[in-house]
């Protein structure tokens, strides 16, 4: 079986998982948060380098405060921990999205994780945090006006790569796979640059309820298409 070098999930379905249970929405996302730590050990033990995942969008602050609240404390308490669970996969942490919005002390665990696991090459574990594709793409833009303006690009000729270069996944290859649990067929602004080749799985199962076997079922599917880049096959 081909194992794909980059997955990007958006773990969705927390809340609804919950409620089904009977539980307040925050349990879904602490369970989440647990199963995330455990699916990026085997997602590592299987050989796969890249792995994005869509934690918390530019759209989610609008939620009920109380549960962003108890969002903010679940990241605070990964970072907090993750250098144990960085070592034992060989994990190196990148947070993408605008970091600059978050409380200054989780700024701070973000810069201290990624300086900590910065030489780790195993698994690389991207985790977009106040993430939005077009956020992103506008906040690019930006620094490459600014940098056009000081002559630093050439006139008239942007390519992919100088476009790609300024993005927050500057570095990292796209996707090659990406999947969404509990149902919903939409992207909802992740990665639109990005994933423009990517192959989609979509799957109605809730994240907490997403293990090692939904996860081989989406790589047998990935294994059963017939990928194009553009014109070109893969
Ligand atoms: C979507 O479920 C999920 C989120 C907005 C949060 C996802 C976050 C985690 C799983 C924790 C990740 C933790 C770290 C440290 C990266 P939902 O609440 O939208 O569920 P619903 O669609 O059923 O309402």
Redesign the pocket.
């Known amino acids: 079986m081909k194992i794909p070098n980059h997955i990007a999930i958006i ?7 919950a409620k089904a249970k009977g539980m307040p ?1 925050s349990y ?2 602490v369970v ?2 647990d199963n ?1 730590d455990k699916m990026c050990t085997i997602i590592s033990e299987m050989g796969v380098k890249y792995l994005t ?1 869509y ?2 969008s530019t759209e ?1 602050w609008k939620r009920n405060q109380a549960e962003v609240q108890v ?1 903010m404390n ?2 605070r308490r ?1 970072l907090k921990r993750c250098e144990r669970s960085a070592r034992k996969n060989g994990t190196r942490i990148k947070v993408i999205g605008d970091i600059s919005a978050l409380d200054p002390d989780i700024q701070e665990r973000i810069r201290w994780a990624e300086e900590m696991t910065k030489d780790n090459d195993r698994l690389h574990f991207q ?1 977009a945090l106040n993430y939005g594709s077009r956020d992103e793409i506008l906040r690019g833009m930006t620094r490459m006006a600014e940098d056009a303006r000081a002559g630093l690009l050439p006139e008239g000729k942007i390519t992919e790569d100088i476009f790609a270069s300024y993005l927050d996944t500057a570095g990292i290859p796209d996707p090659d796979l990406m999947i969404r649990t ?1 149902g919903e067929m939409r992207l909802s602004n992740f990665l639109l640059w990005q994933l423009a080749y990517t192959e989609f799985y979509f799957v109605d199962v ?2 907490p309820d997403f293990h090692k076997e939904q996860l081989l079922d989406a790589i047998e599917v990935y294994n059963g298409r017939d990928r194009r880049f553009g014109n070109a096959k893969s």
């Open positions: 773990l969705d379905g927390n809340g609804r998982w929405r879904g996302h989440g948060c995330l995942v934690a918390f989610n969002l679940l990241f990964y985790i509990s809730p994240w």
